[in-house]
């Protein structure tokens, strides 16, 4: 249960989780973002995720993992 607990408070999960709202409210209430906005927001959470999965396999290469 701990395990599952610190997965869905992990920072790369709330993120998407955040990046997917936005689209689905963009869509579901017509929120006005228009196709480059949306993009944008794929994007950065996107790299965010892959970023920050590298500095994570990096780290635990490393030893410094938890």
Known sequence: MDK???KLSSRK????LAGVITVIANDY???GLNGET?????SMVASYVLG????????VLKG???
């Open 38 to 42: 949306v993009f944008a927001v794929v």
């Open 52 to 59: 920050q999965g590298y500095v994570d396999g990096k780290k």
């Open 64 to 66: 410094d993992g938890q």
């Open 4 to 6: 599952l607990k610190a």
């Open 13 to 16: 999960f709330l993120v998407t």
């Open 29 to 31: 209430f017509q929120l």
